[in-house]
């Protein structure tokens, strides 16, 4: 009988090794690039019911449609230096289908007035009626102008404002190419928690998001931002 895997500090004991496959969800990336150098890429799902029939097509609008509202809602509370670069989608099914990028021009953020550190997040949480383990979807946006920062180091009342208008406007983008927001959940084997918890094999699937929104105004983190 083959010994159940055990999690220990630092090792995840459900992870599978390997390439992951999804049934039926596309990745939606979007590229970010902050005034370091550094990428901000934020990803969300999308669930099919059949396949989109021209995948090119599809992230073409996903370009059109998130760049727009990112520089709509979003572009005067990020740094000049921010620049929404492009959109990549792929077919999760298999791992070896290929990505699409989709065309159009990069879009920069307007707030001139100086930059936070690249560390420094907005969390655009992905909210899902389901709950348990990996029923959680996190989205962090970062490359903020000094304007969308208080003088209490909290998130400016009308950048929250205009996270949560972008929230849903992606919905609404995602929707309009036939999609159902969702996250994705890849497969995970069977394994023992650092408590002796035995957790279940779980099978690929998506829970399906029913709303993109800011909870609160507190600054997050994503530390591979930064310079070091």
Not at 12 to 29: F, L, P, W, Y
Not at 185 to 204: D, F, I, K, S
Request: proline fraction near 4%; charge should be positive.
């Amino acid at each position: 009988m083959a010994q159940i895997p055990a999690s220990q500090r630092k090792i995840d004991g459900g992870h599978i090794k390997g390439a992951a496959n999804v049934q039926s969800v596309i990745e939606i990336k979007q590229v970010i690039s902050i005034a370091d150098g550094k990428p901000a890429i934020n990803i969300f799902h999308g669930f099919y019911t059949t396949v989109p029939p021209d995948m090119q097509t599809v992230a073409n609008g996903l370009f059109t449609s998130l760049s727009n509202a990112w520089a709509t809602s979003l572009g005067a509370h990020m740094d000049t230096g921010t620049v929404f670069e492009r959109v990549e989608i792929r077919d999760m099914t298999d791992h070896s289908l290929p990505v699409f990028i989709g065309t159009g021009t990069p879009v920069s953020g307007n707030d001139a007035t100086g930059t936070l550190p690249g560390e420094m997040a907005a969390v655009l949480t992905e909210n899902i009626v389901a709950r348990g383990k990996g029923l959680k979807g996190r989205v962090y946006l970062g490359g903020w102008g000094l304007t969308a920062n208080t003088g209490a180091g909290l998130i400016a009342p009308a950048t929250v404002t205009a996270i949560n208008t972008y929230g849903t406007a992606v919905f609404s983008a995602i929707t309009a190419r036939g999609l159902q927001p969702c996250v994705a959940q890849v497969e995970r084997q069977q394994y023992t928690g650092l408590v002796g918890t035995l957790h279940q094999h779980r099978p690929a699937g998506h829970s399906n998001v029913t709303t993109y929104s800011c909870r609160d105004n507190h600054w997050d983190t994503q530390r591979r931002r930064g310079l070091k």
